[in-house]
T-cell receptor, first 111, second 115 residues
Framework: DTAVSQTPKYLVTQMGNDKSIKCEQN?????MYWYKQDSKKFLKIMFS???????INETVPNRFSPKSPDKAHLNLHINSLELGDSAVYFC??????????FGQGTRLTVV | AQSVAQPEDQVNVAEGNPLTVKCTYS??????LFWYVQYPNRGLQFLLK??????LVKGSYGFEAEFNKSQTSFHLKKPSALVSDSALYFC?????????????FGRGTSLIVHP
């Protein structure tokens, strides 16, 4: 049973396209996150959402938007993809003082 | 604001020797501290955490870390390294005192264990 699952695992797309990455957690956690890992392996928070508030990292372009249909899902939508968006995107969840549980990542390649 | 520093991009150690991966942090209040490991093409896996209590925390795969409040450090250690420990290690911090609940990660340290 996968705790945090992301789909797809790999995504290759052309510049200018719009794409979505799905994330689901079955841990009953109340907080979910999206992180971006760049080519230097640095992890940068993009969004966090805990069914009461959405916190957005102000450096994230507004082409990126999270959508949470319910507490167990936090999907990532990206409009007008650019070459610089190529990275690995990780979904994670946590609750209270627990550690964050990470998905396996989605490797996005924009060509 | 909270931050984490991992001063070494890479740590090299011979198999069987002890290893240390360094981490220092900065938060406004009290910290929650975490270590994660990332193997190639995988997500981050949790190793251990400090929330409160004993400063020496034991975690998965024989790893441990010591919380040092005066030095604001949370170094990861293992008495005897294995080649299979070679991976990317991340330290993370959250503010336990009502600040941001979002974990902030260090830049990662690549651990290479030589046979």
């Amino acid at each position: 049973d996968t705790a945090v699952s992301q789909t797809p695992k790999y995504l290759v797309t052309q510049m200018g396209n719009d794409k979505s990455i799905k994330c689901e957690q079955n841990l009953g956690h109340d907080t979910m996150y999206w992180y971006k890992q760049d080519s230097k392996k640095f992890l940068k928070i993009m969004f966090s959402y805990n069914n009461k508030e959405l916190i957005i990292n102000e450096t994230v372009p507004n082409r990126f938007s999270p959508k949470s249909p319910d507490k167990a899902h936090l999907n990532l939508h990206i409009n007008s993809l650019e070459l610089g968006d190529s990275a690995v995107y990780f979904c994670a969840s946590s609750s209270g003082v627990s550690e964050a549980f990470f998905g396996q990542g989605t490797r996005l390649t924009v060509v | 604001a909270q931050s984490v520093a991992q001063p070494e991009d890479q740590v090299n150690v011979a198999e069987g020797n002890p290893l240390t991966v360094k981490c220092t942090y900065s938060v406004s209040g009290n910290p929650y501290l975490f270590w994660y490991v990332q193997y190639p093409n995988r997500g981050l896996q949790f190793l251990l955490k400090y929330i409160t209590g004993d400063n020496l925390v034991k975690g998965s795969y024989g790893f441990e870390a010591e919380f040092n409040k005066s030095q604001t450090s949370f170094h990861l250690k293992k008495p005897s390294a294995l080649v299979s420990d070679s991976a990317l290690y991340f330290c993370a911090v959250r503010d336990a005192s009502g600040g941001s609940y979002i974990p902030t990660f260090g830049r990662g340290t690549s651990l290479i264990v030589h046979p």
